[in-house]
């Protein structure tokens, strides 16, 4: 047997002498297998797979054609060539055995080289087959990788759609449609035609007929259909094509084609068009214009439009397409610059554009418009070739931008009011109150309390303001307290009395008691609706009474509805004027501010604190017949009992005195001195710090000395360095349970939140009264003593000579200092210098010079430099006339100093007594810098100490101790 043989053989005889012969003839050129039956033959087919097989007929069990008959029944062994070697010689036997399949037929005896010669023949036949199946079977797997079918179909002359039709499909096409083999889908055209979709069918059918029956064969077969799978369920479509051969006359002989299956490509494009559907829908849908256009400016032609074009410039998208740009054509003509420079700005250099412009409608309507674009696509050269981009109409927006603008920008003009005006009144209020309680002569008491009386009309002025605000921006807040309805009514007739006995009035107050239960609301805000609302009846009436009641309406289910009236006797109103008086900033007739003064904001506030309250005011009056203003409201209500917690009144008897040590964290020495002589009087110790950087480490080093922590912070807001928020929340986090309460002018509703927001327990608004300080500390801290208020009388006089020196010595060289920051571009110093000028200018009754640094600090906040030698020059006029007319004090100061004898035990005395108080940061010590004057050498210790640098103080005091005992 040769090792080398590339083919095989498969002898199946009974006799082993034909055996012998042939696989010695053979053996050399071949691998040779025996079977010596016909089943033992049909086992070995299976198993070896040869080549060819030899076959002898006459065989006991099974004879050779019974062999034959298997072999190519079957599609695994049915092209295998068999040799048929037999010693039947007729030619009926020869004839069967070539009808059942048989490649040759060999008679017994044979020649061996013949038989060779017969098998080399079938090999290359073999090969020849072998070789056509090969690139048939290439070009098979060539189409199942690219998911393609393919048919041969053999044309029936007369008849080339007949059912009929031998149509040969791949087993692709079979699978496509979820056959298993030609049983169920045989190869004839009827298979196809009855799996077509019904709506499909004879549409295909004229396009094939049409290609079959073109005899110039110009006419192709390329179309797309549907065809039903194996259960009639699912749908598949096909995309297919063939080609036709034709004989010389042109007839269609046999036609070849190919099917691919385009089912995903129809479901993504189905999916495709139902998105872009959508997509239309929701373009089309919104407020506005989607827009696609060239880059040819200034045309910008445009090549896409949705259908907002419409709504918004009044055109279709029919109109404007491939037409003018109306669009860029209505750009407002003072907006066209600035749209044109910020496109070659962005578009230009690929970036996206954002604008609001305006466009000028051809009826003469402005819109206001937001347009966003970019670059779609871009030119060879770099520039952009189509724009994509969104406009839409922002008018009513820009509208509701414009009034909140507007109404920032008042409720920030009313905020830096209620800080210019609260700053300097801190002072006013601060040193009359201090000043009163240590006048000894009427007349200056008179005086001060007029001062007290005009300034308290001007804090509720601007309280009106704030309470204003705090309505507008809906942050207005309402207590639910118990309280004695009588209380309330009380303290307004106490409070009215006085203006109404001056104008002869009468006066009638009567609340109706509620027996043993209390209303549960916000008594102060009650308060204040009561008053203004007696406030304008005492003013509008000349002669006879003013009439405040209240009556229970109702009291059921835990509730009390109470009716209050105000109800006067003067001047009354017309219907018009009624509707004018609850407008802001309006009253009933202008002649009535000349005549009677006001803002016309306390009645617009008092009916929407009724309002809030879940009231309403109404008012009833006639011209000469007096007016009645009334309004109900719904209280819950409490039983009263002992140890109910009200709120605490903030009207004193008596004068709290504490114990305890107070941390001033303020950078305006004045006000240092205002709050500092106030805690003074009541017993408490101050440390003070110039801002807030200063203030945290004092509390640091405190707490790292073990010693007690503070017993309250009073925190100004604006410092330089760190400013009141910084250092509020520094100093809480060193965790020493310290209150801080915000100092500050600025007591806007928004700004009270973010003091509160950074743990600020309370606020203290600038200006402030010693009563209403004494309410925080009394919260905060418990007093050890009391007494009667006014029992404590001080001259005053000394305070404000030493606030005028002060100044005198701290501002020699303001000015230069101002105006080197601004060189240096420190800005928020220079700005912070001149603030701080202008309130100690303020402190001091200087107010030609407070109104120069006032402009020369609004110049820095705004940045107005144009004005800044205009500015500074009449800033330097002022101070230099303020430092002359100061000057004659510091000399008779310094004249008082000389004139007292310099004796070294009492000025050693006086040091000991100061030590103490500079250790301790007591700002009492600025009341001995008289006494110091007299000492040789005390200048740099006067000047710490007018600075309020106690530690520096202190070790300035320990050197001049040294030199007075050394001699």
């Not at 044979?110 to 010669?117: E, N, Q, Y």
């Not at 297919?240 to 004989?247: E, G, L, S």
């Not at 500050?744 to 509160?756: D, G, R």
Request: aromatic share 6%; proline share 4%; glycine share 6%.
């Amino acid at each position: 047997m040769s090792k080398t043989a590339k083919y095989s053989l498969l002898i199946i005889d009974d006799e082993n002498t034909n055996i012998l012969t042939l696989t010695h003839a053979l053996s050399n050129e071949y691998t040779i297998h025996v079977a010596k039956s016909g089943i033992s033959g049909i086992a070995a087919v299976e198993k070896f797979a040869p080549d060819i097989v030899l076959l002898d007929i006459l065989m006991p069990v099974m004879d050779g054609y019974a062999v034959m008959k298997t072999l190519k029944s079957s599609p695994k062994t049915a092209d295998i060539p068999i040799i048929i070697i037999t010693e039947l010689d007729n030619i009926t036997d020869e004839e069967q055995a070539l009808s059942l399949g048989a490649a040759d037929y060999i008679h017994k005896p044979f020649s061996p080289r013949s038989v060779k010669l017969r098998i080399a023949n079938q090999i290359k036949i073999l090969e020849k087959v072998r070789s056509s199946k090969y690139d048939v079977h290439k070009f098979e797997l060539a189409y199942d990788i690219l998911n393609i079918a393919f048919w041969d179909m053999e044309i029936v002359p007369n008849n080339p759609l007949s059912t009929a039709n031998k149509l040969t499909w791949s087993q692709e096409f079979r699978n496509m449609l979820g056959f298993d083999d030609e049983n169920d889908f045989p190869d004839v055209l009827g298979s196809w035609q009855k799996q077509l979709h019904p709506d499909d069918s004879s549409r295909v059918h004229e396009a094939f007929t049409a290609h079959l029956s073109d005899y110039s064969g110009e006419t192709p077969f390329n179309i797309e259909y549907r065809i039903m799978k194996k259960n009639c369920e699912e749908i598949l479509h096909i995309h297919a094509i063939c080609a036709t051969q034709r004989d010389s006359s042109g007839l269609p002989v046999r036609s070849v084609g190919a099917a691919l299956d385009v089912s995903e490509k129809k479901l993504a494009e189905a999916n495709n068009e139902r998105m872009m559907a959508r997509i239309d829908a929701i373009i089309n849908n919104l407020p506005g214009m989607a827009y696609q256009c060239l880059c040819n400016s200034p045309e910008y032609t445009l090549t896409f439009v949705s259908e907002g074009s419409k709504e918004l410039l009044g055109y279709t998208p029919e109109e404007l397409v491939n037409k003018k740009n109306m669009f860029t054509a209505m750009c407002h003509p003072d907006d066209v610059n600035s749209v044109n420079e910020l496109a070659l700005k962005t578009l230009w250099r690929g970036l996206l554009y954002e604008n609001t412009q305006r466009l000028l409608l051809p009826d003469g309507t402005i819109k206001w418009v937001w347009e966003r674009s970019r670059v779609l696509e871009w030119n060879l050269d770099g520039t952009p070739y189509l724009l994509e981009g969104y406009v839409f109409d922002v008018t009513a927006q820009w509208r509701l931008q414009s009034a909140e603008m507007a109404n920032l920008a008042k409720s920030e003009f009313l905020a830096k009011m209620s800080h210019e005006i609260r700053t300097p009144m801190n002072s006013i209020v601060g040193f009359a109150e201090l000043a009163r309680e240590m006048a000894v002569v009427p007349q200056v008491k008179d005086y001060l309390d007029k001062i007290s009386s005009s300034t308290k009309w001007l804090l509720r002025i601007i309280n009106d303001i704030l309470d204003l605000s705090k309505i507008e921006a809906g942050k207005m807040e309402l207590e639910n307290v118990p309280f004695d309805l009588g209380d309330v009514f009380s303290r307004c007739q106490s409070v009215i009395l006085l203006d109404v006995r001056e104008k002869g009035l009468d006066l009638s107050v009567y609340a109706e008691p509620l027996q043993g239960k209390r209303l549960l609301g916000d008594p102060v805000r009650i308060y204040q609706i009561l008053m203004n609302l007696l406030s304008n009846a005492v003013k509008f009436t000349e002669v006879g009474t003013i009439k405040l009641a209240s009556t229970i309406k109702d009291t059921s289910e835990g509730q009390a509805t109470v009716s209050f009236e105000v109800i006067d006797s003067g001047i009354g109103m017309t219907e018009e004027e009624v509707d004018r008086i609850f407008t802001l900033f309006v009253q009933a007739d202008s002649s009535i501010t000349r005549n009677f003064g006001g803002t016309g904001l306390g009645l617009p506030i008092a009916r929407n604190m009724v309002e809030l309250m879940g009231g309403k005011l109404t008012v009833e009056s006639s011209p000469g017949q007096g007016s009645t203003f009334h309004f109900e409201l719904t209280f819950d209500v409490a039983q009263s009992a002992a140890g109910v917690q009200e709120r605490a009144s903030t009207d004193f008897l008596e004068k709290p005195h504490f114990d305890g040590l107070i941390l001033i964290c303020d950078d305006n020495s004045m006000n240092q001195q205002v709050i500092c002589a106030h805690l003074s009087h009541i017993g408490l110790l101050t440390v003070t710090a110039d801002n807030g950087r200063e203030g945290v480490n004092i509390v640091k080093e405190r707490a790292e000395r073990n010693e007690k922590p503070f017993d309250l912070i009073f925190m100004d807001m604006y410092m330089p360095i760190m400013d009141g928020m910084k250092a509020a929340a520094k100093i809480q986090a060193l965790e020493t349970g310290t209150p801080i309460v915000a100092m500050t002018a600025n007591v806007m509703v928004s700004e009270l939140e973010k003091y509160k927001a950074q743990g600020m327990v309370h606020c203290l608004g600038k200006p402030f009264t010693s009563q209403e300080l004494w309410h925080i500390l009394l919260q905060y801290l418990v007093p050890i003593s009391s007494e009667p208020i006014g029992a404590d009388i001080h001259d005053n006089d000394e305070q404000q000579r030493k606030l005028r020196l002060s100044f005198y010595h701290n501002n020699q060289n303001i000015h230069d200092e101002i105006a080197e920051a601004v060189v240096a571009g420190d800005a928020k110093l220079a700005h912070r210098l001149a603030h701080t000028l202008k309130g100690n200018a303020g402190l001091i009754g200087m107010s030609g010079l407070r109104f120069a640094a006032s402009e020369v600090e609004a110049m820095l906040r705004d940045d107005s430099v144009s004005i800044w030698e205009k500015r500074m020059g009449a800033l330097k006029t002022e101070l230099t006339h303020v430092l002359g007319e100061l000057k004659l004090l510091a000399d008779e100061a310094s004249l008082s100093n000389e004139l007292q004898t310099f004796d070294a035990s009492q000025s050693l005395s006086l040091l000991d007594k100061l030590a103490p108080m500079l250790t301790n940061n007591n700002p009492e010590s600025v009341e001995m810098l008289a006494a110091l004057h007299i000492i040789p050498g005390a200048k740099e210790l006067i000047l710490f100490i007018e600075d309020y640098e106690f530690e520096k103080a202190a070790a300035a005091l320990l050197k001049l101790r040294e030199q007075i005992q050394e001699g």
